[in-house]
């Protein structure tokens, strides 16, 4: 069992930027892959990044490649997602995500969090 808390969203005009922290409980963090997900109003839940469990590979959704970048720190049981250069349609609710390595379902989720970008 993993338990997921995400944090570090809020409001920021654009060009600005945030970085989202993941904290997992748990011994295992290192075991699973992790990605971060986003709900904007009124759209379905999409795709962000994801990262190997080992931190080793990346990949981004075309939206945010060159502008978010996906780390995790497994010492810390922390995934980070900083993001950079945000514009209003990055205005979203932010989730982070655990797969088992062996799964290519994600099992967990957190709650979210906000991150709305003015205009």
């Known amino acids: 069992q993993v338990q997921l808390v995400e944090s570090g969203g809020g409001l920021v005009q654009t060009g600005g930027s945030l970085r989202l922290s993941c904290a997992a409980s748990?011994?295992?963090?290192?075991?699973?892959?992790m990605g971060w997900f986003r709900q904007a109003p009124g759209k379905e839940r999409e795709f962000v990044a994801r990262?190997?469990?080992?931190?080793?590979?990346?990949y981004y959704a075309d939206s945010v490649k060159g502008r978010f970048t996906i780390s995790r720190d497994n010492a810390k049981n922390t995934m980070y997602l900083q993001m950079l250069s945000l514009k209003p349609e990055d205005t979203a609710v932010y989730y982070c995500?655990?797969?088992?390595?062996?799964?290519?379902?994600?099992?967990?989720w957190g709650q979210g969090t906000q991150v709305t970008v003015s205009s």
């Open positions: 995500a655990a797969r088992r390595t062996t799964s290519t379902l994600y099992d967990y």
């Open positions: 748990g011994r295992t963090f290192s075991s699973y892959a």
């Open positions: 990262i190997s469990s080992s931190g080793s590979i990346t």
